[in-house]
């Protein structure tokens, strides 16, 4: 039984078996073969090493060819280790003795040395996990062959294990097979956090190095709460865990069941509007069981999955009709794509250098007018049917703006004059998620119908702290005091001008902040659904005034440990349940 501590971003609390997802998408599950069938399972391991020694003898000699017989040894190195007596004494004992299929085996084996190399802290070592990670690779690829399991196939419930997640392997996994995600690398607002939050699956990422910890069919233990991951863990620890996971589905139900109905309502009469961020449009009814009033952030990106072509008019436009047909009366703030940086990559081969400051979101719109005409006519046809707004995002100058709603002007145009349809009083707002936006507020405001501050990559920005890398979350803070005055600015700035400020990044739904956003005099939090409930039992157990007076106290700080502490102090005493 092994113990890890991660980043905890999904509460929520599962056993199952860990399914490895690497690069490749191989399933390596715990499988047995029969006793019969050993010495038959022995031979298509060596045959797989044969075929493997084979395939790594011929890049040997094109390599030679190409670049002489210095770069020889490289893969001559890789050819050993294929070979090796010792290794190849492990797996063959494996199968005989534990019956284990030759895929896990092999699996078990060498990741039992990567682990081994890991803990030496040595870069020759670490260097030589990538030569056993390829080699593991290699020779499943030659064991599999059409036996190959993919993601997509799977057939019970598994917690994914993974170096990384990307947004496109997230979009299209069977995430009903999910119990958990835990992952080596990212942060609180990495993609695969916002994802798992979104759907309520629990997860912990940052784990450095689980992927390589933890073989397929692994029983592993996931607290979504504390962060724990535990590895092979005994019956009693099992038992634990299942308790604690159906206690806390049991305090989940309850609350959703007592806050059903209720309004977010202060303990003194101040309401304010709970929205859901959507991901993906299956996840609408979700938003709508845990409370939402509406969609405050509508994610596009999903619709740009499929690398060879642009998602079509009709495309766009049927998936934008069904979520506003599905919500009826309520609002549904719909983003225009934010391709790029950790999101969905298009365009190919132009990999950029620093992409979170590169083409990215209204960036990439406006070099690719005719994609995001494409997209703005759906949006505007589809407006028709519900009460649709359209959001613009990553804005960071007027110009820009500008620029992006001439082109909004011109598809109007371009429908009227084609008697099509549209909502010609469609509210028009901008994400504030880059801190020059925030600082120029006061002049965007007015060419905007609303704001919704992005703290995702607001703080990245502001702070210069990348929002997925585990290795600088610490220094993710939220309650920077540098962060908590471009939140109150902008704040400030939409109330002089009597426009309404929403807030659609993690922060919103993260209950450590709800007094402190309310006492800022946020309107509108927007957050995965899960979270709806807490923030609302929050809100509905403080007064306006308390909320004042802690925000205050919170913006005079000069240290953003503290004031998160504080926050959390105080919120667990007038709200115990979440202490
Ligand atoms: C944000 O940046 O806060 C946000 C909501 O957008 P995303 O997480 O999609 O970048
Ligand atoms: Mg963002």
Redesign the pocket.
């Known amino acids: 039984m092994e113990i890890k501590k991660g980043i905890a971003v999904s509460p929520g609390i599962s056993v199952a078996r860990a399914f490895i997802l690497d690069s490749e998408e191989y399933r390596i599950p715990l499988r047995y073969i029969d006793a019969k069938d050993i010495g038959k399972e022995i031979t298509r391991y060596e045959d797989a090493i044969h075929l493997s020694v084979k395939e790594l003898d011929n890049i040997r000699k094109r390599f030679a060819r190409r670049l002489g017989e210095d770069a020889a040894p490289i893969v001559e190195a890789h050819m050993k280790m294929l070979q090796d007596e010792h290794v190849k004494a492990q797996v063959i004992e494996n199968i005989k003795k534990n019956k284990y299929s030759p895929e896990y085996a092999i699996s078990r084996v060498l990741r039992r040395y990567t682990k081994a190399l890991y803990s030496a802290h040595d870069t020759f070592f670490t260097n030589r996990i990538q030569d056993i990670n390829d080699i593991e690779r290699r020779l499943l690829k030659n064991l599999l062959e059409e036996r190959r399991e993919e993601l997509g196939d799977l057939k019970e419930p598994v917690i994914l294990v993974a170096h990384d997640l990307s947004p496109t392997q997230t979009i299209t996994l069977d995430r009903s097979k999910i119990k958990g995600f835990v992952t080596d690398v990212g942060g609180k607002?990495s993609h695969t956090a916002?994802i798992a939050r979104m759907q309520g699956i629990p997860a912990v990422v940052g784990l450095n190095s689980i992927s390589l910890d933890v073989s397929g069919g692994d029983t592993i233990i996931i607290d979504g709460n504390s962060g724990l991951v535990i590895i092979d863990p005994d019956e009693e620890t099992i038992k634990k865990y299942s308790a604690m996971g159906k206690s806390y589905v049991v305090f989940e139900k309850k609350l959703i069941q007592e806050l059903k109905g209720q309004p977010a309502v202060t303990k003194d009469g101040h309401k304010v509007t709970l929205f859901a961020?959507v991901e993906l449009p299956q996840e609408v009814p979700l938003a709508l069981k845990y409370g939402a009033e509406g969609i405050g952030?509508f994610?596009t990106e999903f619709l740009y999955n499929t690398p060879q072509r642009a998602p079509t008019e009709r495309e766009h436009f049927d998936v934008y009709k069904k979520i506003a047909v599905q919500s009826r009366d309520r609002q549904i703030v719909i983003r225009t794509m934010?391709l790029g940086a950790?999101?969905i990559q298009v365009g190919g081969g132009n990999k950029e250098k620093n992409p979170f400051l590169g083409c990215r979101a209204i960036r990439f719109s406006l070099l690719n007018p005719d994609s995001f005409r494409t997209q703005l006519r759906a949006i505007l046809r589809a407006s028709e049917y519900g009460y649709i707004s359209l959001m613009f995002?990553m804005i960071s100058s007027l110009s820009e703006l500008r620029d992006a709603k001439e082109i909004l002007e011109d598809v109007k145009d371009k429908l009227t004059q084609d008697k099509i349809p549209f909502n010609q009083k469609l509210k028009v707002g901008i994400?504030i998620?880059v801190p020059s936006a925030a600082m120029i507020a006061d002049l965007l405001i007015k060419e905007v119908d609303f704001f919704s501050?992005?703290?995702?990559?607001?703080i990245q920005y502001a702070l210069a702290v990348d929002r997925g890398n585990e290795c600088v979350a610490s220094l993710y803070q939220p309650a920077h005091p540098a962060v908590l005055r471009l939140i109150k600015s902008v704040i400030d700035e939409g109330a002089r001008h009597h426009k309404n400020v929403a807030m659609?990044?993690?922060m919103s739904g993260d209950w450590v902040y709800t007094i402190l956003l309310l006492g800022l005099g946020l309107k509108t939090f927007s957050m995965s659904p899960i979270v709806i409930p807490e923030v609302k039992k929050i809100i509905r157990s403080v007064t306006m005034v308390e909320a004042k007076k802690i925000s205050a106290k919170a913006m005079a700080s000069q240290n953003a440990q503290e004031t998160a502490d504080f926050l959390k102090e105080y919120t667990s005493r007038i709200v115990p349940q979440f202490s």
């Open positions: 607002t916002i961020n952030l994610r934010d950790d999101k995002p994400m998620e501050i992005g703290t995702n990559d607001l659609c990044g993690e």
